[in-house]
């Protein structure tokens, strides 16, 4: 073997030797961040753009509130490498803060929600080691959740003139947020490909959900969602919103949740109801009819609500889709 030959294969072997004795972060170092944006790769990792934003509103509010100034990288990361104890009094500052300004318990209770995640994430990622504990505000079991009565809904339905594109598209939500309890953002959430009215179902991503699930819609849901989308006319792509504003400012645009509670709260006060009315209330309204309809039938009205606490029941439940059909008909007695 020539020396030559020898030298080459002394430098192989000795670069095989440098790899194999080297650091394995050595081979990641261009893909690790030494200091992440926590609360963007926090962000991305919730599913709904809901949750996104109400985190980023609760997570820029903790910050403007105690530093004066919006949460940014350098700001959040100085925040997560402060001592345990000393982040945990931070926080019970914070919430005296907004216990001071009169803020309800459940919206404190969702802010520290909010900034506990924060630290959770910044824990997973390895930013600190610490996790935050304060005391959620007590919060009391009973609030109003009657809503009004089903006479009441039914009148501001049928108050809905069908003769026009706004009156088509009213009709529709309010059968949706009546007959299927639907949420806000289930509707907000929903494109064209979503409805399916030759099967008469609705494919909605429930609360909490990363999935969609799909709901069984009444005839008469059906066929106003139709008619509403046939006046409607122009694009009708799959991936276009269900429901769209139609003043002119926003014609198109998708109907966010802030949208439909204010068409929901113009509604009800045109029609004469004194009660502050939301979606959510439309919601309770309707669970409320179906128990009063079912002699308190808790299972089959959480049939309908696709309450979280129930999922076992469901599971095991080989009816459940014919029981929330039936009572979303129920709901819908009384109408054309």
């Known amino acids: 073997m020539s020396k030559d030959t020898e030298s080459v294969e002394l430098v192989v072997v000795q670069k095989l030797e440098n790899a194999l004795s080297a650091k394995i972060e050595a081979y990641f170092a261009g893909s690790i961040d030494s200091d992440p944006d926590v609360l963007e790769e926090l962000l991305k990792s919730k599913n709904s753009e809901g949750t996104r934003r109400a ?46 300004a009169g803020l309800a318990p459940n919206t404190i209770n969702r802010r520290l929600a909010a900034i506990k995640s924060l ?98 819609l009444p005839k008469v849901t059906v066929i106003a969602i139709t008619d509403w989308l046939i006046a409607r006319g122009g694009d009708m792509s799959s991936s276009r919103p269900l429901f769209t504003s139609v003043d002119f400012q926003n014609s198109g645009h998708r109907l966010t949740g802030d949208g439909i509670y204010k068409i929901v709260k113009r509604l009800f006060k045109r029609a ?44 095991y439940d080989d009816n459940r889709n014919r029981d929330q059909l039936e009572m979303s008909e129920l709901l819908m007695d009384g109408l054309d």
């Open 119 to 216: 630290v959770a994430f910044g824990r997973k990622l390895g930013v600190c080691n610490y996790a935050v504990d304060v005391d959620s505000i007590p919060v009391q079991s009973y609030h109003d959740t009657s809503g009004v009565t089903e006479q009441e809904f039914l009148t501001v339905i049928k108050g809905c003139d069908r003769s026009t594109l706004v009156g088509k598209r009213d009709y529709a939500l309010l059968l949706l947020l009546w007959g299927n309890a639907l949420r806000r953002n289930e509707i907000s959430t929903l494109d064209v490909r979503h409805f399916d009215p030759s099967r008469g179902t609705l494919s909605i991503f429930g609360k909490g959900k990363q999935v969609r699930v799909t709901v069984n």
């Open 55 to 100: 985190y980023r509103k609760d997570i820029n509010d903790f910050f403007t509130r105690m530093t004066g100034l919006a949460p940014g990288r350098d700001s959040i990361l100085e925040f997560l490498h402060l001592e345990g104890h000393k982040a945990t009094l931070v926080v019970t500052k914070y919430r005296s803060i907004l216990n001071e």
């Open 272 to 315: 004469g109801v004194e009660k502050h009315m939301s979606p959510h209330r439309c919601r309770h309204s309707a669970i409320t009819a179906v128990l009063e309809k079912t002699d308190g039938n808790v299972r089959k009205a959480q049939k309908l609500s696709r309450h979280a606490k129930l999922n076992t029941l469901q599971i």
